[in-house]
C-alpha cells in the first residue's frame, strides 16, 4: 500500500495537473485542475477511484480553469488557495478571455487554505505551506512521509515562479522557499506546476536564483 502519483498535464500551458490517491482505499484528491475536467475524470474513473476533493495551489487561470467543469460532473469541495488569491479566482471569465482559454465563470473554493492546514487523502496527510510571492495566496501541499511536495508555480527545476504578474512579489518568493522549502529533506521531490520533478538537493545545488 502507497501514497499513488499520477501527473496529467492540462491546457496548453501544459500544467502538472496530480491526481493523487491512497491505493489501499482508493481515496484520491486532483490538485490544479487547470482544464480539461473530461479528462481528469476519465483517469480517475479508469483507475476506479473515489474523488474527495480538488486542491488548489493558487488562483492563476491554468491551475483552476477546469474546476467548474470538474464540480459539475463531479460536485466534490474544492479547498484552497490561501484567500489572497481571491483576485485572480474573481477574474477569472476576464483572464481566461484574454489567453485564448475556455471562458471559465468565477467559482467560490469550499474552504480557503491557511499555513498550518493539513490535509488527507486517504491515510496520507499533506501539510499546508503558505508560500506567498508567484502569487499572495499561493499554498503547496507537503506529504512527510513519502517526502512529496506539491509545489504549484513557487519552485520549477532550477528555476522560480515568475514574479511579474499583479500581486507578484521576487522578494518574497525568495524569502519564503528559502525559509519553507529548503528546510525539507534533500530527497524530496518536487512536483512543479509545469515541466520535470526535480527534489529540494538537486535545487539547493543547481539552482541560481537561490543560491546568490
Ligand atoms: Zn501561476
Known amino acids: 500500500m502507497a501514497l499513488q ?6 491546457t496548453s500551458f501544459l500544467q502538472n495537473a496530480a491526481l493523487l490517491w491512497d491505493d489501499e482505499s482508493n481515496e484520491a484528491v486532483l490538485t490544479d485542475t487547470g482544464g480539461e475536467a473530461k479528462l481528469l475524470l ?3 474513473d479508469r483507475l476506479q477511484l473515489n474523488l474527495k476533493a480538488i486542491w488548489l495551489t493558487h488562483g492563476h487561470l491554468d491551475h483552476i480553469s477546469g ?3 470538474l464540480i459539475k460532473l463531479n460536485d466534490v469541495p474544492v479547498l484552497g488557495p490561501q484567500r489572497h488569491d481571491e483576485y485572480w ?11 485564448g482559454f475556455p471562458i471559465s465563470q468565477s467559482f467560490k473554493p469550499t474552504r ?16 499546508v505551506l503558505h508560500i506567498p510571492g508567484h502569487t499572495p495566496g499561493h499554498v503547496v501541499f507537503y506529504n512527510q512521509e513519502n517526502k512529496l511536495l506539491i509545489a504549484g ?11 511579474d504578474l499583479p500581486g507578484g512579489n521576487h522578494a518574497d518568493l525568495i524569502h519564503n522557499i528559502r525559509s519553507k ?3 525539507l529533506p534533500d530527497d524530496t521531490r518536487v512536483l512543479p506546476g509545469h515541466g520535470a520533478m526535480t527534489t529540494i538537493g538537486h535545487e539547493k545545488k543547481y539552482n541560481a536564483f ?3
Open 42 to 44: 476519465a483517469e480517475v
Open 210 to 212: 537561490l543560491n546568490d
Open 181 to 183: 522549502l529548503l528546510t
Open 153 to 163: 508555480d513557487v519552485l520549477f527545476r532550477e528555476t522560480v515562479g515568475r514574479t
Open 112 to 127: 480557503w487554505l491557511e499555513e498550518g492546514d493539513e490535509l488527507n487523502v486517504g491515510q496520507y496527510t499533506f501539510q
Open 67 to 69: 474546476v467548474n467543469d
Open 5 to 10: 502519483i499520477k501527473i496529467i498535464p492540462v
Open 89 to 99: 479566482i474573481a477574474a477569472l471569465p476576464e483572464v481566461t478571455a484574454n489567453y
